[in-house]
């Protein structure tokens, strides 16, 4: 069974800085996605940044990236220029494909989540 | 930009009665999912739902759970006789056609409350 762990309950961080958080996962699978989400106070999900196994380049959006180390099982997120509205808990999750024909439907597993806190 | 929507935001119930979780997937999506958060801990898988059935549930989607597409648009999780431990933030999902490369895309989450 695939398991997503993030060691981080809580992390903080100045404003205008920047902060990792860490997300390791344990799979046999070769070819999945990984994904960041973002949970602020009013609960929503919001998708922050997804990246795909077979691709050996990090992922990248904004202020937002990631350091993915397949051998390591590895998916850190490091956010730059830290922001007020960038305080939430983030989740890691994890999805195999499936691909034509599979059985895999999209299911997510996710992580503990890491409460960010931003200070001014 | 589309939006899944759930509704309600909270809802309220005592323990032992059916309650009945509503969500409306984005319009071009096939593939539809149940999470749930108990308070404070991880966002749990329940059940996908694909082609009018269940294709993967959880352990946690017992017989008390049930979900259905009653017509085109709504998606609905029921509780048949809800308990106390069913208290969480019930969150839908869905994902468009390729879902091994469509992003889910979350609704804001029904907070159930068992009392």
């Known amino acids: 069974a695939q398991t997503v762990t993030q060691s981080q309950p809580e992390m903080s961080v100045q404003e205008a800085e920047t902060v990792t958080l860490s997300c390791t996962y344990d799979?046999?699978?070769?070819?999945?996605?990984l994904f960041w989400y973002k949970q602020p106070p009013s609960r929503q999900m919001i998708l922050v940044i997804r990246q795909e196994a077979y691709k050996q380049q990090n992922a990248t959006e904004n202020r937002f990236s990631v350091n993915f180390q397949k051998a390591a099982k590895s998916f850190s997120l490091k956010i730059s220029d830290s922001q007020l509205g960038d305080a939430a808990m983030y989740f890691c999750?994890?999805?195999?494909?499936?691909?034509?024909?599979?059985?895999?439907?999209?299911?997510?597993?996710f992580g503990q989540g890491t409460i960010l806190t931003v200070h001014p | 930009e589309p939006e899944v929507t759930q509704t309600p935001s909270h809802q309220v119930t005592q323990m032992g009665q059916e309650v009945i979780l509503r969500c409306v997937p984005i319009s071009n999506h096939l593939y539809f999912y149940w999470y749930r958060q108990i308070l404070g801990q991880k966002v749990e898988f329940l059940v996908s739902?694909?082609?009018?059935?269940?294709?993967?549930k959880s352990e946690i989607f017992d017989d008390q759970f049930s979900v259905e597409r009653p017509d085109g648009s709504n998606f609905t999780l029921k509780i048949r006789s809800t308990k106390l431990e069913d208290s969480a933030m019930y969150f839908c999902a869905s994902a468009k056609e390729f879902v091994w490369i469509s992003p889910l895309h979350f609704g804001n989450g029904t907070r159930l409350t068992v009392t």
């Open positions: 999750a994890y999805r195999v494909t499936g691909g034509a024909g599979g059985t895999s439907y999209g299911k997510l597993t």
């Open positions: 799979t046999s699978e070769s070819d999945y996605y």
């Open positions: 739902f694909y082609n009018n059935e269940i294709s993967e």
